[in-house]
């Protein structure tokens, strides 16, 4: 009897065949393999909003092995000397242990708690990528809706995150939680006892914060990410137009193995400068706050960046209660904590979720659109969206008010009246300013396309006027003129950009292309190889 | 191109193309397999059309090079991790450039790895254009069609019309199987903020003291007498609570809402504030001598406004800047603050020692609806 052989070279096929065989799964592979993915900067910031998400997994489950949610008071006698005796909860303890008596656990505690703030930003800037250029209109309405669920999700998921130390911080921002839901007319009081389970701070917070903060949240937003990317790949990327761009196709490159490369790539760079921002700057060095007492705060006490948009709109609320009987019956107060933490965070869920139906209203454009716009191209859109961030900004700035009025010599007060002030003159100046750097921009594309591209080049005529030469963009009819329509794309505007430069040398210290005879092989094959027009 | 001429077209095909045939190379199968996938490949070229330039080279050097320093630089992690001195020191010392050394050599080496991906993908992978049709709208008329006689039939099936008995008994089964769901967390969770009273009362409660009344203390435990208390000064005050080991809890979590500031006034000041006591009446009674305390727990969301301005006889909340006047019974005076901070009344007993007379009049902290 013969041995039998194994061939290792025919093992991959016939491993293939034999898992395809039982799933059937050679089709649906290779069209993964083959799904075409437009190329641009701007889709990319998405993608560090699902690589920090999953840095902050990884970070988090290594931190829940050490932390302990407990608000049982202990005393400290860990290796920070500074705190040694003092009397603290378990939680604060827990967390001083995990940055001085776990090996590496500061670096985790660190890049868990930057790759939670970068994960807020790219949210935001990507949300603002989505809605500058109409990505979210039909057929992307829901995913816009989830979009905007799993900002509120994350800012929710990062405030439970920054209270479960349980240092005089957090525990200072748990208790303006407590007092904004205090402040919702009738249920207030029951929901906040309910919540804490008694008097403020109690015993149950912490434990209620951490299973939602470990389980119940990152659950729910994996869960809306997973269809987040799941409505994109059946709904296919929105691409810019461009040459042979329409509105029924994509024009890329495959995900496999060009996109996925270059992702994966990026996926490392995203976590190395989260691991670089951890290593090389501080964060939340909750041991130089102390534990939470209820009579201790300091000057400059300041939130994640992602909620101070709300604690910049506390600070500017005028001093405006509504007291009253209901029905005569009984007096009741309405704080005015309620309006800029209760209604305002309120609009900005339900205005921003209702947009796309807004404008598709407005605009009466019931179609569905894959190709982008340029932000000018749709100035009122731009110019809302200005607005809307200018009103961020001013909240956002005021959340650090006391700050700036420190740095910067400004009285505490006029900082404070500066921010009511602006928060309603700027974002309507925002607005005209934004619409007339819109049709000012769209005006000079035109001018473009019919004038051609300004060229630096002075000429003087005979008569002795001066005129610049224009560079046209296409051969001009019998007539003399330019037909050439604008097609949503960047018009190119210097000459650079049609040509006018060598290409660069390449090369550090001396150039590596001094071969003529290798050069001209290249592009002689290269021309053969090229079928189809380069873009 | 059309869509759905694109698909007719690549069904038309599919008989023709014979995938055994020696002549095809392996491009030719992938750029079948990517037309039955709706994708075709407008322009592909290899980024080194001659192989073993010197530009290729020095391209896949330089991939190289930075896989290396990646595994490098994660060596040095290890290596760091295992052997760096990690203890916390007091003092500087090389403890303290643990965290650092681990950052960035792990930042470097995922860097390295990074960027040597990305070059590969930009640098050395064939440059492509690839197109793919997009199957826009809804589906077929005739798939719409089907799907929804199918789900009316599901309804035809259950009978739901004919039966509208079962239609009724089966909400009414399960609405309050709903309700089970929620009834233990809603059930669970409920505390009756009124029972006890818990907005209206604080540790100066004399009910905490078997009716007695509280003494004001330091963060220690201590007692304090007038004399403790230098003029212009302030201190921040606890109620005087121990537990059944004798331990101090007055300033513990379990009282979050009665830290409180002792404040001695100078004597003008003291003036003025007893001038402006009849705007508050419940406060006419609550100073001793040029001494005043007011909750420490900000009326607007609950934060220590502990700032005090000596000079202009200010409390500043740090959180959102509301500002209040000693002087006149802390009225807010600046910022989203609507209510005075409450006054404690205070006394000396015949021991020399601060005591709150009683409890606070007005709920401490930031106001709630049920708030008068």
Not at chain 2, 159 to 180: C, E, F, N, Q
Request: charged residues 20%; glycine residues 8%; neutral net charge.
């Amino acid at each position: 009897m013969k041995k039998p052989k194994i061939d290792l070279a025919a093992l991959p096929g016939e491993q293939a065949t034999a898992i395809d065989d039982r799933y059937q799964i050679a089709t649906p592979l290779r069209r993964l393999f083959n799904k075409v993915f437009p190329d641009h900067w701007s889709f990319l910031l998405g993608e560090i909003a699902l690589y920090s998400f999953i840095v902050l997994l990884l970070t988090g489950t290594f931190l829940a092995l050490f932390f302990d949610p407990s608000m049982e008071e202990v005393k400290y006698n860990g290796s920070y000397v500074p705190l040694q005796g003092i009397t603290m909860s378990r939680a604060y303890e827990t967390t001083l242990n995990l940055s001085f008596d776990v090996r590496g656990g500061l670096v985790m505690r660190q890049m868990h708690h930057w790759a939670a703030l970068l994960f807020m930003a790219a949210i935001v800037v990507h949300m603002l990528r989505v809605f500058f250029t109409g990505a979210f209109r039909k057929p992307r309405e829901l995913n816009w809706i989830i979009g905007i669920s799993l900002f509120w999700l994350g800012f929710t998921e990062g405030f439970a995150g920054y209270s479960l130390p349980d240092d005089a911080l957090s525990g200072t921002g748990l208790r303006i939680a407590d007092a904004i839901m205090l402040s919702i007319p009738v249920v207030g009081s029951w929901v906040t006892t309910s919540l804490f389970g008694g008097e403020f701070p109690g015993m149950v917070i912490l434990p209620r914060l951490y299973i939602l903060h470990v389980f119940l949240l990152p659950g729910i937003i994996l869960a809306l990410i997973v269809v987040h990317l799941a409505l994109l790949v059946k709904q296919k990327h929105t691409q810019w137009p461009g040459p042979g761009r329409t509105e029924h196709n994509v024009v890329g490159i495959r995900m496999f193995p060009a996109f996925s490369v270059k992702a994966g790539g990026f996926f490392m760079i995203v976590f190395a400068m989260i691991a670089l921002l951890a290593g090389l700057f501080q964060i939340n060095p909750i041991w130089l706050f102390g534990p939470y007492k209820a009579s201790v705060v300091s000057a400059g006490s300041q939130p994640d960046w992602y909620v101070m948009f709300l604690d910049g709109s506390t600070r500017l609320m005028p001093a405006w209660e509504f007291r009253g009987s209901f029905f005569g019956y009984g007096h009741y107060t309405l704080p005015p904590l309620f309006w800029p933490t209760v209604v305002l965070p309120g609009l900005l869920t339900v205005l921003p979720m209702i947009y796309p139906f807004l404008e598709a209203r407005f605009t009466k454009d019931k179609q569905a659109h894959h190709l982008l716009q340029r932000p000018r191209d749709v100035p009122t859109r731009t110019s809302l969206g200005a607005m809307a961030v200018t009103f961020y900004l001013v909240l956002l700035l005021s959340g650090g008010n006391d700050v700036i009025a420190d740095k910067f010599d400004i009285s505490l007060n006029a900082m404070t009246w500066m921010g009511r002030i602006g928060l309603l003159i700027l974002p309507p100046l925002a607005y005209w300013v934004t619409h007339r750097v819109c049709l000012g921009l769209q005006q000079h594309d035109r001018e473009v396309l019919a004038h051609g591209i300004e060229t630096g080049i002075i000429k003087r005529l005979p008569d002795g006027r001066f005129v610049e030469v224009h560079q046209p963009l296409a051969e001009p009819d019998e007539h003399g003129h330019i037909q050439l329509e604008y097609e949503g794309w960047v018009v190119p505007k210097k000459m650079n950009r049609v040509g006018a430069l060598k290409p660069t040398v390449r090369g550090f210290f001396r150039p590596v292309e001094d071969h003529p005879e290798e050069q001209e092989i290249e592009a002689a094959k290269h021309q053969e190889l090229t079928s189809g027009p380069r873009r | 191109m059309s869509t759905h001429s694109g698909l007719h077209a690549a069904e038309a095909d599919n008989e023709e193309f014979d995938h055994t045939d020696p002549r095809l190379s392996r491009f030719d199968l992938v750029k079948e397999g990517a037309r039955r996938d709706g994708v075709q490949l407008v322009y592909y070229a290899p980024r080194f059309p001659v192989p073993g330039t010197r530009r290729e080279a020095r391209v896949v050097r330089a991939v190289g090079l930075l896989f290396f320093l990646s595994g490098l630089f994660a060596t040095a992690f290890v290596v760091a991790y295992i052997w760096w001195p990690w203890r916390y020191q007091d003092g500087s010392n090389l403890s303290k450039l643990y965290t650092p050394v681990l950052g960035v050599s792990l930042g470097l080496s995922l860097a390295c790895l990074g960027l040597g991906f990305v070059a590969w993908g930009k640098k050395l992978l064939p440059e492509e254009i690839a197109v793919q049709d997009r199957h826009d709208g809804g589906s077929p008329a005739d798939e719409k069609k089907l799907t929804g006689e199918t789900m009316l039939n599901m309804v035809d099936e259950l009978g739901i019309k004919r039966r509208p008995l079962l239609a009724k008994t089966a909400l009414l089964g399960m609405l309050p199987l709903g309700a089970v769901a929620v009834a233990p967390l809603i059930g669970g969770l409920i505390k009756n903020p009124h029972k006890p009273d818990i907005l209206f009362h604080t540790g100066w409660d004399p009910s905490l003291n078997s009716g007695h009344p509280i003494a004001v203390c330091r963060e220690d435990g201590t007692k304090i007498r007038p004399e403790d208390v230098s003029i212009g000064g302030q201190m921040t005050v606890f109620p005087g609570i121990f537990n059944t080991d004798g331990d101090f809890v007055g300033a513990s979590n379990d009282f979050a809402d009665s830290p409180t500031l002792l404040i001695h006034l100078r004597q003008d000041d003291a003036q003025v504030l007893r001038s402006n006591l009849v705007h508050v009446p419940i406060n006419e009674q609550n100073t001793w001598g040029n001494f005043v305390a007011y909750s420490k727990i900000c009326t607007h969301a609950g934060c220590p406004a502990s700032l005090y301005e000596q000079q202009t006889n200010r409390l500043l909340c740090p959180c959102h800047q509301s500002q209040f006047n000693i002087l006149d019974n802390a009225r807010p005076i600046f910022g989203p603050a609507t209510r005075r901070l409450p006054m404690l009344p205070l006394t000396v007993a015949d021991d020399g020692f601060f005591y709150a007379k009683s409890d606070y009049q007005v709920p401490v902290g930031p106001g709630f609806w049920e708030r008068p």
